[in-house]
């Protein structure tokens, strides 16, 4: 079966430190895959989807970047957090039928 | 793409009742789907219905679509406290198959 695994689960930065979370996705081969964020209170706003390695396309401007250096992980990145930044990030894939299939999330908090 | 809007965005009830949320949207779609949010986890998707249905079942779940009104709604019956959670609509149209998420709605169920 497949499955979703991000990490880290819970994050704590200062602002100006850089930024990592990863994603890997097992029992599937060549999914796409996202990067959502939620901010408190809000909807789950698409930031980076990728079709294949090195393949990322950018939804909205920001202070974030997206890589896939393999084929089944996806990591969400920053040089310089912000404030702003913080808020809860979902990693998923699509498992067909327009269904997403979500990780278990990562909490940011910028401070 | 276009956004579904969820309404209420907050509903508290007692166990045992039913539990009705709506999602509406603006232009024609392909599909519409409803994800379940556990407090600070990831989404789950629960069911999905295609622009030419008008009903869906799934255990204590019932999904309607009336596309003249441009609206759908997730009946949850004989609720239970493990119902709790938020609610989603996300919305499948145009050319892509990424859908696109509200902002759900919150629903309390009292033991």
């Known amino acids: 079966s497949q499955t979703i695994h991000q990490w880290p689960a819970t994050l704590v930065q200062p602002v100006g430190s850089p930024l990592s979370l990863e994603c890997t996705v097992e029992?599937?081969?060549?999914?796409?895959l996202y990067w959502y964020r939620q901010a408190a209170g809000r909807g789950l706003q698409l930031l980076f989807y990728?079709?294949?390695?090195?393949?990322i396309s950018s939804e909205v401007p920001q202070n974030l970047s997206a890589s896939r250096p393999q084929d089944r992980q996806f990591i969400l990145s920053s040089k310089k957090l912000l404030l702003s930044d913080s808020g809860f990030y979902l990693c998923?894939?699509?498992?067909?039928?327009?269904?997403?299939?979500f990780g278990e999330g990562s909490w940011l908090t910028v401070v | 793409s276009q956004q579904g809007e969820e309404d209420p965005q907050a509903l508290s009830i007692q166990e045992g009742e039913n539990a009705t949320m709506n999602c509406s949207y603006k232009t024609s779609i392909n599909n519409l789907q409803w994800y379940r949010q556990n407090s600070g986890r990831g989404l789950v998707h629960l069911i999905l219905i295609r622009s030419n249905e008008r009903e869906k079942h799934s255990g204590r779940l019932r999904v309607t679509l009336d596309t003249s009104k441009k609206s759908s709604s997730l009946l949850i019956t004989a609720s239970r406290a493990a119902d709790t959670a938020s609610y989603f609509c996300?919305?499948?149209?145009?050319?892509?198959?990424?859908?696109?998420f509200g902002r759900g709605t919150s629903l309390i169920v009292h033991p």
């Open positions: 990728s079709v294949g390695i090195g393949q």
């Open positions: 996300a919305i499948a149209s145009g050319g892509s198959y990424i859908p696109t």
């Open positions: 998923a894939w699509y498992r067909g039928d327009y269904t997403i299939y």
């Open positions: 029992g599937t081969s060549n999914p796409n």
